[in-house]
């Protein structure tokens, strides 16, 4: 247990001490924006580039993989969809902000901080592809399923540019893309620009946990939904175990890759489950109630997947 504790403290201890530096710390948001300009477009996809341009090619192109984690994500957003359209009396925009916070793990902020202290490097590739193909089904669900909802207003050939830009022009999918094209060819970067890619790659997750710990703070949860427990007993357990299962059940894929699937979808809710709340005014007070309750909540439930893959629980004999 000493040893899961040392694994997740770390972790955690980022993440919370933002919280209390947003709490005690009376600072305007605004100070947050260039930190998490740095994170999100050039620390992140800094990581992302130099790990995967160092992978052998054959690493990166494992569709069954892709495939079944987004899958998982894509039935784990249904779900939650769901148990919205029960809780909302079939209101779409409000069950898809559900959905979203259901099945949207914290993937950018603190999936490559978790997965790489825990499993190491070998947890770069998977955490990548994760990170990748469901922020792209996000990008996608999110402004399909407002358009359907009636919240969108813009006609549909406009919506569907959007979403395309959005796709293609994310950092994270950029560095992936590029990543992986340097993998292809064998490029290597000079080594003054790799020793700035190890520079910002080591920045990465300590700034992000930090400042996700610092927007939670910032975003206090004013009203407690009733279908909280529901959706965050799907995003916390019901989503790691499901894309356990499937995973197990296809089978032939490295026990590193399965653990880094785990781990990613027993994150809480994304930030941005508030920032897409707040976008189209759609259960914005509530949204900041998944974000904040979601975090605090997978203190344990994180802390109990690290222990159950450390204890070989899930029988990966990582």
Known sequence: M??????????????????????????????????????????LPALFFRLLSETPIEQLT?????????????????????????ATSGNIPESTVLGI???YSNIGYMGPGLTLAVLGPAATVPTALILCFDNTLLFILAPLMMAVGGTDKEPITKTLQRIVWRVFSHPFILATIAGVGA????????????????YLSGAA????????????????????????PAVLVVKLLVHPLLVFLLLSWI??????????????????????????AQQYNVYVQRASSFVLIGTIASVVTVTGFIWALTHNLFHLNL
């Open 251 to 276: 089978g032939g894929f490295d026990p590193v890759w399965v653990a880094t699937a785990i781990l990613m979808a027993c994150l809480p809710p994304a930030t941005n489950v508030f920032v897409i």
């Open 62 to 86: 494992d569709l069954s993989f892709v495939t079944a984690t987004t899958f998982t994500t894509y039935t784990v957003f249904a779900i939650a969809f769901c148990i919205g359209v029960l």
């Open 205 to 228: 997750a300590p700034c992000a946990l930090f400042a996700m710990g610092v927007s939670v703070a910032l975003r206090p949860a004013n009203r407690i939904p009733l279908e909280l």
């Open 183 to 198: 993998a292809a060819i064998g490029f290597r970067p000079p080594t003054a620009i790799d020793t700035m890619l190890k």
């Open 101 to 103: 916070a259901g099945a």
């Open 2 to 43: 000493q040893d899961v504790i040392a694994l997740a403290f770390p972790f955690f201890g980022l993440i919370f001490l933002g919280f209390a530096a947003g709490k005690f710390r009376k600072l305007p948001e605004a100070g947050l924006a260039w930190m998490n300009f740095f994170i999100v477009y050039i620390a």
